[in-house]
C-alpha cells in the first residue's frame, strides 16, 4: 500500500523548489544568444564593410562553442527541474572566458569592447554570493590586464581610417550595449529576486503553520486520552437509563437518550480518528475503499450525528476507482459541513464530481455567506465569525490538511446569499499502490 507520509514529504520537498535561479540561468542563455549575433554583426562590420583582417575561423570557433553551450544547456534544463547558483558561476566563467578570447583575437586592449566585461561583472555581483562574484571579478580583470601584454594586434588598412575615432565609436557603442542589456537584465532579474523574496516567506509561513499543527495536534492527542474515559462512562449511564423503567415507558425520553448516545458515539469517533492519526491506536494499516463508497459512508455518518439537518447530497462522481479511506480527509469534509451547518441547517448541499484526474467536492449554503475580511485570509487560523474563543481553527485545518493531500481549497460568496466551499483533491495521491 502507498505510503501516505512519503507523499506529503514528496509535496513538499517540490513545493520548497526556488525557481529564481532556473529563471536567472534562462536570462543568461538570452543574453549569450544576443552576444552571438552581436560578435557575428561586428565581425561582418569589421571585415567586409571597414577592411580590416580578422583570424575568422578561430573567432567563428568562439561563437561556435557560445552556440553549443546554450543548445547544450536547454537539453540540459528539461531534465533538471531545479538548479543551483554553481551553474549561474559556471556560466559566467565561461563568457568571461569567451569574451577574453574574442578580444585576444581582435587587438586585445585595444578594442573598445574591452568594456563589456564590466556587464558580466555586474550580472555576477546581482547573481552570486559574495565569494563567486569576487571569482568573476577577479577573472575579468586578470584578463583585461593579461590582454595588455598578450594579444593579436588588429591589421587595418594603411591610411584608410583615423584609429583613434574608431576608437571613439566602438566605445560609444560599447556603452550603449552595456547601458541598454543593464537596464533590461538588472531589472528582469530583480523581478526574479523579488519572487524568490515572496516564496521564501510563503515557505516561512507554511512552516509556522506546520508548527501550529503540530502543537495543535498534540494538545488534540493529549484531550483525546483525557476524554476517553468520560466518554465512556457517560456511554454506559445512558446505556443503563435505556432499561430504567421509569424512563423506558417515556417515548420522548428515549428520543433524547438516542440522540444523546449518538452524539457520544460520534464524540467517540472523532477521538478515535485523533489517535488513529497520532499513531495510538490499535488499527493496522488503512483500509481501501472507493470514492463512492467513501461518500455514501461519509454522509450517512454525518446525517446521523446532525439528524436534523436537510443535507442534499449529489453524486455525479461516475465511474468508481479505488482510494484509501482517510480518517483525516472525512474529518475535514465534516469540519466544511459543520460550519454550513451552524449557519443554515435548513439547506445544505455537497456535490461531488469528477474533473479530470480529481476529485472536486462542493458544500453549499443558504446563510449570510463570509464576511470580506474572512475571505480574504480564508484559511488562515483565528478567523472566524462565531466570536468564540479560540476559534476559526476548523478551516485552517481544511486548507491544510488538503495542502498536504496536494489539493486546493476555495471558497465564494453566491450572489445574493449563501457560499461555497470547494474542495479538489489529485486522485492519484488518495489511490493505494498497486504491488505486482
Request: negative net charge.
Amino acid at each position: 500500500m502507498q505510503n501516505t507520509d512519503t507523499m506529503l514529504d514528496q509535496a513538499e520537498l517540490r513545493s520548497l523548489a526556488d525557481p529564481s535561479s532556473r529563471k536567472n540561468l534562462i536570462l543568461l542563455i538570452q543574453l549569450r544568444w544576443i552576444a552571438v549575433l552581436g560578435q557575428l554583426a561586428t565581425i561582418a562590420v569589421a571585415q567586409f564593410g571597414l577592411g580590416v583582417t580578422l583570424p575568422l575561423e578561430a573567432m567563428a570557433s568562439v561563437v561556435l562553442a557560445l552556440v553549443a553551450l546554450n543548445l547544450g544547456t536547454l537539453l540540459w534544463l528539461r531534465q533538471r527541474p531545479e538548479i543551483d547558483d554553481r551553474v549561474l558561476f559556471g556560466s559566467l566563467i565561461f563568457d568571461v572566458l569567451a569574451l577574453s578570447a574574442q578580444l585576444y583575437l581582435s587587438g586585445g586592449d585595444a578594442n573598445p569592447f574591452v568594456f563589456l566585461y564590466l556587464l558580466q561583472v555586474t550580472l555576477a555581483a546581482v547573481l552570486l554570493r559574495t565569494a563567486p562574484a569576487w571569482t568573476v571579478a577577479g577573472l575579468a580583470g586578470a584578463a583585461a590586464a593579461l590582454l595588455t601584454v598578450i594579444n593579436q594586434p588588429l591589421r587595418l588598412p594603411d591610411g584608410r581610417y583615423d584609429l583613434f575615432s574608431l576608437h571613439i565609436v566602438g566605445a560609444l557603442i560599447c556603452f550603449l550595449l552595456d547601458a541598454g542589456l543593464l537596464v533590461v537584465f538588472v531589472t528582469r532579474i530583480n523581478r526574479n529576486l523579488r519572487e524568490r523574496d515572496a516564496h521564501l516567506a510563503a515557505l516561512r509561513q507554511h512552516a509556522v503553520e506546520e508548527d501550529h499543527i503540530v502543537r495543535m495536534g498534540l494538545l488534540a492527542s493529549g484531550a483525546a486520552h483525557e476524554l476517553g474515559t468520560p466518554l465512556s462512562s457517560l456511554s454506559v449511564i445512558l446505556g443503563d437509563w435505556r432499561h430504567m423503567p421509569d424512563l423506558a415507558d417515556d417515548p420522548d425520553l428515549l428520543a433524547d437518550i438516542g440522540e444523546m448516545q449518538a452524539a457520544v458515539d460520534r464524540c467517540k469517533s472523532i477521538l478515535s480518528g485523533i489517535l488513529l492519526s497520532a499513531g495510538e491506536a490499535r488499527g493496522d494499516a488503512p483500509s481501501i475503499t472507493t470514492v463512492n463508497a467513501f461518500l455514501d459512508g461519509l454522509v450517512a455518518d454525518w446525517r446521523r450525528a446532525r439528524p436534523t439537518a436537510d443535507l442534499r447530497y449529489d453524486n455525479r462522481f461516475g465511474d468508481d476507482v479505488k482510494i484509501i479511506s482517510d480518517t483525516a480527509l472525512k474529518q475535514i469534509v465534516f469540519n466544511v459541513l459543520d460550519n454550513a451547518f451552524d449557519v443554515s441547517p435548513a439547506r445544505i448541499t455537497l456535490a461531488a464530481e469528477r474533473r479530470d484526474n480529481r476529485l472536486v467536492l462542493r458544500i453549499a449554503d443558504t446563510g449570510p455567506g463570509f464576511a470580506p475580511q474572512m475571505l480574504e485570509k480564508f484559511g488562515k487560523p483565528y478567523q472566524s465569525s462565531k466570536g468564540k474563543a479560540g476559534g476559526g481553527l476548523g478551516l485552517f485545518l481544511v486548507v491544510n490538511v488538503v495542502r498536504k493531500l496536494g489539493g486546493t481549497v476555495t471558497a465564494e460568496n453566491g450572489s445574493d446569499h449563501g457560499a461555497t466551499v470547494t474542495i479538489e483533491l489529485p486522485l492519484d495521491r488518495l489511490a493505494p499502490l498497486e504491488v505486482s
